[in-house]
C-alpha cells in the first residue's frame, strides 16, 4: 500500500491550504464545495516554488464502506506525466486502508482516465444511496444535478 511519502511532495490539505485548493479546484472547473468538511480528507502536491500541481480527496461514507473520489486535479502544464494517475491511486489507497470496500466518483469529462483506473460506469442513484451523506452527493441531489452526473465505480 502506498503511504503519503510514495508520492513525492503530497501533503494533507491543512485548513489554511484550503482556500488555496479552492481556487485550484474552481480553476480545473471541479466542484469546490464541501473541502472543508470535516468527512473530506484531501492532498494536495505542490511544485518546488510551493504551488499546487496536484489535488486528490476521498469521502467515506457514514459505515465506511464506500469512499466517493473527489477532487482530483492536475495543473495543466503537469498533465500527460502521470501525476493525475499516481494522484487518483494515491486517494484510492487511502480509501482502502481506512477500510473502504468499493470507491465511487462523479466524473462528465475524464471516463476514459477513470477507467484506466480500473472504474466502470455506474448508476448515479447507487452512489447517491451508498454516501447519502456525503457533501458533494447532497449537493447535487438538492440543486437537482445529480440528474446530469456520470457515475463511476470500482472495487478496491
Request: net charge negative; no cysteine; proline share 3%.
Amino acid at each position: 500500500m502506498e503511504s503519503e511519502g510514495d508520492v513525492r511532495g503530497v501533503e494533507r490539505v491543512s485548513e489554511p491550504a484550503v482556500d488555496d485548493l479552492r481556487e485550484f479546484l474552481h480553476r480545473a472547473d471541479l466542484t469546490v464545495a464541501g473541502l472543508d468538511e470535516p468527512t473530506v480528507q484531501l492532498w494536495i502536491q505542490r511544485d518546488g516554488d510551493g504551488g499546487i500541481i496536484g489535488s486528490t480527496g476521498f469521502e467515506l461514507s457514514t459505515d465506511g464502506r464506500h469512499a466517493l473520489v473527489r477532487s482530483v486535479a492536475v495543473a495543466p502544464e503537469h498533465r500527460a506525466a502521470g501525476t493525475g494517475s499516481r494522484l487518483a491511486r494515491f486517494a484510492i489507497e487511502q480509501a482502502r486502508g481506512a477500510g473502504a470496500g468499493r470507491a465511487w466518483l462523479f466524473s462528465r469529462r475524464s471516463g476514459p482516465f477513470w477507467q484506466k483506473l480500473g472504474f466502470t460506469s455506474a448508476d448515479r442513484h447507487e452512489l447517491a444511496a451508498a454516501l447519502p451523506a456525503a457533501h458533494q452527493v447532497r449537493l447535487f441531489v438538492d440543486s437537482g444535478q445529480l440528474e446530469r452526473e456520470v457515475a463511476w465505480s470500482r472495487v478496491l
